[in-house]
């Protein structure tokens, strides 16, 4: 078998229509045997934000080499360049529209190219279908081992923008957001360790957090912890803070979703 | 590795229950080095005509030979036959219900048989899913190589319907209707620039066109030259117009869905 | 091509957030040529029975080998036991809280082991997503072929339930329930050939099942034979009774859904 790099796709194409699968079609037409791989397809729409939570959350359990497509998208057809970016031992494919930004956060080695060899495109390109006619056959192309230098040019005025973090509002009070309602119903905050260690420090501390029409004062370190229908806090498998709920949806419960205030105090 | 035709689904049997992953065990277990490819698993129940717009934007953008599973089959268990068609470089195997219409109206060398080869079916064969016992089997050994005549005689009569066109109301007035709302909210109508020209003719034509409550007078070559909130006609990547909003759902913006009657005028 | 067992998921993680993409990552990171199925990742969160439904549906349609994942875990994190069980041919990987239940009803050799070796754990092992940490690197480790005794010692205590089947109620009368509406509305129920044979015995028979709002007497062997929006009854796919509608929702047109119960008298 020769050299070959996975393929992952993150995307808001959905899948309820045919898009993720052409997609798919011009990578295995240009390369077979390529092994792709979803890590969600189902981005919110034109969410840039949402996108770059979905890769940064599982690109670095892939293999190294891996070629992560990261698709949300809603500036196609017009100025915003698409990249090539080599972030610590993975390659990316994706608009220049910060979707990575939370990828370059957590890795020290960036190199990033603007993708400007039409010969790695799929004929006729599309004003509004960059995914199928740029993303894909570029990551099929570097799937089969094409050097990243064929693509174009290094640049390094790519954008990036901050993840949103909480804010000190008093000495012992903060104002974050809910980043995500999961499946599960579980709100996904902005608050990790880094930002307020207190509320992780253990059972002595106090804290009071509220969301939507909720208030929690109970740290838990898994669900089962918890009594039904009761909200409690832990620090979830994302690294960051989630309100949630012992077999039942939290944002129900807190009637809060994305987007929503979550304000915290320390006793 | 021994000779191979990779495989793509097209069905409405959804991702919630167990029905796709029970057709790709059937088809692993016939051969376990199978590539077996989704283009979408959403297709509106009962939907043959949503079916053929699926396959139809995505089939060709595959590897020659690839087996295409299309299956949206109402009549499962009654008289409708099971066929295997040979269109252009590719295979299909699909219920003889018209949901390759699409496709056949893309490509001239279609040939079709009449699946009737129990040796190649899944036994017992239910009355209610030959997407596990049928489809999926005779996929699995045609993907090995099995040769088309094995599995039955040739048929003329295969049923094929024509998509619904935009029909002329007057010199210079159509109506059509909108063919699907996609997952960002895109309109995409059966208006194409066979049928009316005109639109897409550049800037010096005037066109109005009427969809839910929504009228629309601007064309545009990408989803980002629009204005927030505003509503534009564009040429999508289907090869049909689209009613569309920038980072915004044009189905809510125009309420209208599916169905929807698309009238334009040219001025 | 060394020795490899195909992988499945079972799961409850849904596709609107990285969990499933996570967990394929640590498995291709652990055996990069893995083939990995989803036979649903859809399950009802928290649903035991659900997860158990589905995956006891379409096990037995894959190679012989197979490593079923089975991954809906509301106790994750809590004293519930991680298991690999060898069942028939196949080999799953689960929490120990009953989800494969439904798999050890229908096979006779049953062994299962309690996963202690956390030299075959993704560290560090986080409180609440084992599905990524424990279950997945697992079936990575068993599809190269490591042996099952390596991960633990054999237990009997294993976890089990019994389906909820159908109660008699007096001499020609039952009540069962709606264990499910799939993509299509279809109303399946915990109703088996088994348990109320006369339902399924001919034409001669009448009966009579209510169902919300909805009462049936007519028995057909597919969807077609039904009129436009008439329920029927038939023996679905899934070896049990359904309530269905040719070309509709069923669910709707009843106004039942899982759970709804279901009243069954013989005349």
Do not use: C
């Not at 792709?36 to 892939?62: E, K, M, R």
């Not at 293999?63 to 080599?86: E, L, S």
């Not at 990575?100 to 990033?112: A, F, H, K, P």
């Amino acid at each position: 078998m020769p050299f070959q790099r996975m393929i992952t796709l993150t995307t808001d194409f959905g899948l309820t229509e045919h898009y993720v699968g052409a997609m798919k079609g011009v990578i295995h037409s240009i390369n077979p045997t390529a092994q792709v791989v979803d890590i969600t397809n189902a981005v919110q729409s034109f969410d840039v934000l949402d996108g770059a939570l979905a890769v940064s959350q599982a690109y670095h359990y892939f293999p190294k080499d891996t070629v992560h497509v990261v698709v949300v998208d809603p500036g196609v057809g017009g100025p915003r360049r698409p990249i090539i970016a080599t972030i610590g031992q993975y390659l990316f494919v994706a608009p220049d529209n910060g979707v990575l930004s939370l990828v370059y956060e957590r890795e020290e080695r960036v190199s990033v190219r603007h993708i400007t060899s039409e010969h790695y495109f799929h004929h006729p390109v599309s004003n509004t279908f960059h995914g199928r006619d740029i993303f894909a056959p570029v990551a099929a192309y570097l799937s089969k081992g094409v050097d990243t230098a064929k693509f174009g040019e290094e640049i390094t005025d790519y954008v990036r923008f901050l993840a949103p973090t909480p804010k000190a509002m008093a000495e012992n009070s903060w104002k974050g957001l809910v980043l995500k309602t999961d499946k599960f119903g579980n709100l996904i905050t902005n608050i990790s360790p880094k930002n307020i260690p207190q509320i992780f420090d253990g059972p002595s501390k106090t804290f009071k957090i509220t969301v939507g029409k909720a208030e929690v004062t109970k740290l838990v370190s898994n669900y089962a912890e918890g009594a039904p229908g009761e909200l409690f806090a832990l620090l979830g498998s994302t690294g960051f803070l989630e309100i949630s709920a012992n077999k039942a949806a939290a944002s129900r419960v807190a009637m809060a979703d994305k987007g929503s205030e979550v304000t915290v105090t320390i006793a």
